[in-house]
Antibody
Framework: QVQLVESGGGVVQPGRSLRLSCVASGFIFSTYAMHWVRQTPGKGLEWVAVISYDGTNKYYADSVKGRFTISRDNSENTLYLQMNSLRAEDTAVYYC??????????????WGQGTMVTVSS | DIQMTQSPSTLSASVGDRVTITCRASQSISSWLAWYQQKPGKAPKLLIYKASSLESGVPSRFSGSGSGTEFTLTISSLQPDDFATYYCQHYNSWTFGQGTKVEIK
C-alpha cells in the first residue's frame, strides 16, 4: 500500500547537523512533489520545504532557508532533509507528506508517521 | 505573506452535534484550501481539498465550502471518532492555520 516512512531523528546539540530520510513505497515516487512539514510538541503545523518530482525546483520556509537542504533520490524512492546549524527552535516532529497530484501546489494527501528531532545541549 | 486564521481555537460539542469551523485568509486564495484532521500522536489526514472536494474514503458527514477569503468545514453529525484537531491550509503557499481542537462537551 501507499506508505511513507521517516527516519533519522534523534537528540542533537545546537549547531550540529542531522539528516532525515523518508522512504516511499506503493506509488511512483518519481512523479510526485514531496514536502517536509514539522510540528513543535503541542503546537501547530509548519511547512518546511518542498521539492519537485524531478528535484529541479526547491523552496524553503524563511525559518530554515540557508540551513536546511531538501533533496531526493528517485532511484531509491527516498527523500532527504539535511539540517545544519540546528537550533532549539528546530525541535519538532518532522513529516514528509506527498502531494495529492504531481504538482507541488497541491494538498498533502499522504503522510508518514513522523520522526522526532530534539535540539538540546 | 498570506496568513490563515481559524476560529474558534477550541470547540466543545456533543456526539450528534452539527459543528462548523471557520478559516479566514488574509487575502483571496480562490479555492486553494485544504482541511486536515489530526489525532494525538498521529499524522494529519487530508479531509477536503480545493475547498469543497472530499478526499477518497472520508465520510460524507464532512463537507467544506467557501472561496476567496472565508472557508468553513462542517461536520453534519459529530461522531466519537471526530474528536480531534482540525487544520486548514492554503496549499499554494503551504501555510497552515493554527488549528481548532474539537473536544467533548
Amino acid at each position: 500500500q501507499v506508505q511513507l516512512v521517516e527516519s533519522g531523528g534523534g537528540v542533537v546539540q545546537p549547531g550540529r547537523s542531522l539528516r532525515l530520510s523518508c522512504v516511499a513505497s506503493g506509488f511512483i515516487f518519481s512523479t510526485y512533489a514531496m514536502h517536509w512539514v514539522r510540528q513543535t510538541p503541542g503546537k501547530g503545523l509548519e511547512w518546511v520545504a518542498v521539492i519537485s518530482y524531478d528535484g529541479t525546483n526547491k523552496y524553503y520556509a524563511d525559518s530554515v532557508k540557508g540551513r536546511f537542504t531538501i533533496s531526493r533520490d528517485n532511484s531509491e524512492n527516498t527523500l532527504y532533509l539535511q539540517m545544519n546549524s540546528l537550533r532549539a527552535e528546530d525541535t519538532a516532529v518532522y513529516y514528509c507528506p506527498r502531494s495529492l497530484g504531481g504538482n507541488y501546489f497541491d494538498a498533502f494527501a499522504i503522510w508518514g508517521q513522523g520522526t522526532m528531532v530534539t535540539v538540546s545541549s | 505573506d498570506i496568513q490563515m486564521t481559524q476560529s474558534p481555537s477550541t470547540l466543545s460539542a456533543s456526539v450528534g452535534d452539527r459543528v462548523t469551523i471557520t478559516c479566514r485568509a488574509s487575502q483571496s486564495i480562490s479555492s486553494w484550501l485544504a482541511w486536515y484532521q489530526q489525532k494525538p500522536g498521529k499524522a494529519p489526514k487530508l479531509l477536503i481539498y480545493k475547498a469543497s472536494s472530499l478526499e477518497s474514503g472520508v465520510p460524507s458527514r464532512f463537507s467544506g465550502s467557501g472561496s476567496g477569503t472565508e472557508f468553513t468545514l462542517t461536520i453534519s453529525s459529530l461522531q466519537p471518532d471526530d474528536f480531534a484537531t482540525y487544520y486548514c491550509q492554503h496549499y499554494n503557499s503551504w501555510t497552515f492555520g493554527q488549528g481548532t481542537k474539537v473536544e467533548i462537551k
